[in-house]
């Protein structure tokens, strides 16, 4: 398994603003994945990040408004961008270190 | 791309029934997992099983892979196992993708 925690737990926005989301995982991993859950739905991949090379993004997300950073194998950053109340949701990363996905708490994000 | 729906949408039951639900998905998969999303938004490993069955305590899955579906049964349901179960299938990328989620509550 792995243990990963994620900071901030929660978080009031206001809109146009950026808010930055750290997550550290236990053991050192190829692959970080960065998912969204908006109120009442299933989760969506964001996208994907390996060290040392840019993150892969799913359809319906860009680098400029969802920029990612993975400085090394057990820490990434989400940024969400110029955020509006859309944006309101709660964004977990996941890691896979051997088949099976293991979930941070996540960070419910609001924004006002 | 691939659709992942569970069935039912939403359950209620009484503190000691069984339930059952169900994942259908509508191509190959190489891997699925069971979560359990508690009501602080954790979500909580059950099963990884890309086919045939496995138990642990109260719950149970099977996985029919060449019919492309899986079940999820808990036996005996608590208060504690409310939440909302998602089925998730991974393709040839490591990707998870989702299903729409059964809401359960269990009531005393």
């Known amino acids: 398994s792995a243990v990963i925690s994620q900071k901030p737990s929660r978080d009031i926005c206001q809109r146009g603003t950026s808010l930055t989301i750290q997550c550290q995982v236990d053991?050192?991993?190829?692959?970080m994945f960065w998912y969204r859950q908006q109120p009442g739905q299933s989760l969506t991949l964001i996208a994907t990040?390996?060290?040392?090379?840019?993150?892969?993004?799913e359809s319906g997300f860009v680098i400029d408004k969802f920029p990612i950073s993975r400085p090394n194998l057990t820490f990434s950053t989400l940024t969400v961008s110029n955020m509006s109340p859309e944006d309101s949701s709660i964004y977990l990363c996941?890691?896979?270190?051997?088949?099976?996905?293991?979930f941070g708490p996540g960070t419910r994000l609001t924004v006002l | 791309g691939i659709q992942v729906e569970q069935s039912p949408p939403d359950l209620i039951l009484q503190e000691g029934a069984n339930s059952t639900l169900r994942c259908n998905f509508s191509?190959?998969?190489?891997?699925l997992q069971w979560f359990h999303q508690n009501p602080w938004g954790q979500l909580i490993n059950l099963f990884y099983?890309?086919?045939g069955t496995k138990q642990n305590g109260r719950l149970s899955a099977t996985t029919v892979a060449t019919e492309r579906y899986s079940l999820l049964y808990i036996s005996s349901s608590q208060t504690t196992d409310s939440g909302v179960y998602f089925c998730?299938?991974?393709?040839?990328?490591?990707?998870?993708?989702f299903g729409t989620g059964t809401r359960l509550q269990v009531f005393p």
């Open positions: 099983i890309p086919s």
């Open positions: 998730a299938v991974e393709l040839d990328t490591d990707k998870l993708i």
């Open positions: 996941s890691v896979e270190p051997r088949n099976e996905q293991f």
């Open positions: 990040a390996n060290q040392g090379s840019e993150a892969t993004y």
């Open positions: 191509d190959s998969v190489n891997n």
């Open positions: 053991s050192q991993v190829t692959m």
